[in-house]
């Protein structure tokens, strides 16, 4: 069976999110999108914005599969001039802010529906803190609520760091008992930090969703899959042992070099099936 595939638009954060490009991807044959929301690429506060994106859709046979939630607020065309979103603030007026930020994401499934928020549970690599914890917990409990009655689950992502590894998202589900809570599994994060197959081992049975790019286990450079030093076999093994079939989900950062990003992005999808094909044959 082929995997689902999907692809994040933070390839093309610098870049609006309107028709022309949204055809260019259509056209490539790529069926389902991951919405990053930041407000320069696409507004998910502007009435008109999110208008003209639902009604693109709705001609089209381009699917939303999930939305990323904010992570930070931007104040100015670089990452470099934004503000960090946290639902796991210790300042509650910060938090509070936050949290209305991402129900901002979450309304987006009246218009367009979509299944999976992703959700970054901190702003950064923080240590573990039990009144962090309790923090994302009051953020959550109110967040999960109003995801549901939207029709639609939050995954929280694992990130490298001690606070939002995937042995610690696990003990935050189950300690927490927000049982609504899913996961999404990104590769790249867990060979910063716990390495592929023990990270998705702790995270199998709450794994929705998949995050996929490549480094070289030092930096968060969000390569295409095959451009760094992951073992993809390897990976796509343990992606075979989920409860559910996962989509192939390519987060992948834009890069200059990469004169024709939807091609190689094609090229990228065919090459992962390809192995995972392999694998399940042998």
């Not at 979103?85 to 930020?101: G, M, P, T, Y």
């Not at 696990?170 to 008992?177: D, G, I, P, S, Y």
């Not at 989509?247 to 995972?276: D, G, W, Y």
Request: net charge negative; glycine share 4%.
């Amino acid at each position: 069976m082929r995997h689902m595939r999907v692809l994040s638009t933070y390839l093309f954060r610098s870049q609006r999110l309107g028709p022309a490009l949204l055809t260019e991807i259509e056209q490539a044959g790529i069926p389902q999108l991951e919405l990053f929301c930041a407000r320069s690429h696409f507004d998910y506060r502007s009435p008109q914005a999110v208008r003209e994106l639902a009604d693109w859709l709705d001609h089209h046979d381009l699917c939303v599969h999930s939305v990323h939630a904010p992570t930070s607020r931007e104040m100015g065309t670089s990452r470099e001039n934004s503000t960090p979103i946290s639902v796991s603030d210790l300042e509650r007026v910060r938090r509070l802010d936050a949290v209305d930020e991402i129900k901002r994401a979450i309304e987006l499934a009246e218009a367009i529906p979509f299944r999976y928020l992703i959700l970054h549970l901190g702003a950064g690599r923080e240590a573990q803190d039990p009144q962090r914890t309790q923090a994302a917990m009051s953020s959550l409990e109110h967040l999960c609520l109003y995801a549901k009655q939207r029709g639609v689950a939050i995954a929280l992502e694992n990130t490298p760091g001690e606070y939002a590894s995937p042995s610690a998202l696990r003990q935050f589900v189950a300690e927490t008992r927000l049982h609504d809570l899913r996961l999404c599994f990104d590769a790249g994060h867990a060979h910063l930090w716990e390495g592929i197959r023990p990270a998705f081992d702790a995270m199998r049975d709450l794994v929705v969703t998949t995050h996929l790019h490549d480094n070289s286990g030092e930096r968060d450079d969000h390569l295409f899959p095959y451009q760094g030093s992951i073992d993809w076999d390897g990976a796509l093994a343990a992606l075979s042992t989920a409860e559910q079939e996962l989509p192939l989900t390519l987060e992948i950062r834009e890069s200059p070099a990469e004169a024709k990003p939807l091609q190689a992005v094609v090229a990228c999808f065919e090459r992962l099936e390809r192995a995972a094909a392999a694998l399940a044959q042998r």
